[in-house]
């Protein structure tokens, strides 16, 4: 069934796309992105939402995923955004050591506007490889700060380090959940992963899940503003990109402002208990 045809039968039966976002997780107060059920949640994990961003690039954590941090920070809750590369090689103007200079100072203004913290990894932009050593290296990360959702890019880009950052995300997370993966922290299970909307990896991306963020907007704005590539610098306008699909995601979801994602096939999946 087309994306077109599935909108129309939710609209037949008196549905609204919100309903797209079964994942109820995104929509009440008490069911942020990241938020912990309360009959499982450790102690460590009832005070809020727990979020992770992990991109390729340290633009693409923020523009295409900082979001849903910026949302869980407003919570009460933590959010981190994890770059495996600066993006540095992303100006045709600017020596990549300058440029990746610059990208890692927007980062951790950027992170530090929304509540957030900026992490790296230091790979090389356009080089990223999807190896064990940097799928345990997100492993530790992911480890240290504990999310209960992780934010990343999905496969059908035509970008290799997006591709990249896919599949060491999804083994990363395996790893991170495994105790018999010994490390130096214990482990720690994930229990949401969603794909982001990036207009990279648009091939095959269907958006089942939409987030408000209106009360958290101008700050992600402002706070995507502090990249030298947000308003065309390299050629694309990201500003004007992500500023008009936030509002066409506000119109889906019936709110002002809105973001949307793709879930795994399984997160699909619910369990209906009879009464």
Known sequence: MSCATRRSVLKMAGMSAAVLSGAAEFLPAAQLPGQSRPETAGPE????????AIAAHAGDAFFAMGAPVAVAAHS?????????????????????EQYGAMQRKAAQDAAALMGAEA???????????ANDEIKLAVCDMIRQYRPLTVVTHWKGSWHKDH??????????????GLSGIVRERPAHEVRTLYFAD??????????????????????????????????GETGFRYDDYYGSRAV????????SKAVCFMSPPDQRVRDMKSV
């Open 45 to 52: 994990e009832k005070t809020g939402a727990n979020v992770m």
């Open 76 to 96: 009460g809750g933590k959010g981190s955004l994890l770059s495996l590369t600066l993006g540095e090689r992303g100006s045709p103007t600017i020596a990549p």
């Open 119 to 129: 992490l790296f990894l230091q790979y090389p932009d356009g080089e990223l490889p």
């Open 163 to 176: 591709r990249a950052c896919y599949d060491i995300v999804q083994d990363a997370i395996f790893y991170a």
């Open 198 to 231: 990036n207009w990279e990896d648009a091939s095959g991306f269907v958006a089942d899940t939409y987030l408000d963020i209106t009360p958290v907007f101008e700050r992600w704005m402002k706070a995507c503003s502090l990249f030298p590539m947000w308003r």
């Open 248 to 255: 066409a995601c506000g119109c889906l979801s019936h709110c």
